[in-house]
């Protein structure tokens, strides 16, 4: 019953930035339920596809918008995931492309973030591999130490890889 219900929402289209810094470290933001921050996790910079722009000018700008940072050099798509998630009183079925992107800013601050983004939004963190594979955090997509370790030791991948399907 819950794929029947999935299939009459439309996927959100969202671009996603697996943003680098020049120690190979990624940065995550720190996000948790509006009013419950003890609800929290860690996912990549990105956000929604809006009106007729492509992905790689909604990751360029959910990027500028989230972290302040306008300086990257936009790289391949790295993987796909569709996704379902509860979030903030409702349901979000989403199909989402991480950008490789590098940049030599590591300082950040948000410039634009919504209403919701205000109130779900608690900061950025810049993680070495290490220290992402050694967390007990919650950090979106699952396997992304895994991923980036892969990245780091083998380069990007020849085109994008479809993740696993994540219903949360």
Do not use: N
Request: proline letters at 6%; hydrophobic letters at 40%.
């Amino acid at each position: 019953m819950s794929a029947e219900v999935r299939e009459e929402r439309p996927l959100r289209k969202v671009a996603r930035v697996v943003l680098l810094d020049p120690d190979d470290r990624i940065l995550l933001l720190h996000g948790h339920e509006p009013g419950d921050p003890a609800d929290d996790w860690w996912f990549t910079p990105g956000g929604g596809v809006e009106g007729d722009e492509t992905r790689e000018e909604a990751a360029l700008r959910e990027l500028a918008e989230e972290t302040g940072i306008t300086e990257v050099d936009l790289g391949p798509v790295l993987w796909r995931r569709q996704c379902s998630f509860p979030f903030a009183g409702r349901r979000w079925d989403q199909d989402e492309w991480y950008f490789l992107a590098r940049t030599t800013t590591t300082a950040t601050r948000a410039t634009a973030l919504t209403e919701l983004e205000r109130r779900s939004v608690a900061g950025a963190r810049w993680w070495t591999c290490a220290e992402l594979s050694g967390t007990h955090e919650t950090v979106y997509p699952t396997r992304l130490a895994e991923l980036l370790r892969s990245l780091l030791d083998e380069g990007a991948p020849a085109g994008p890889v479809t993740l696993e399907t994540e219903i949360v």
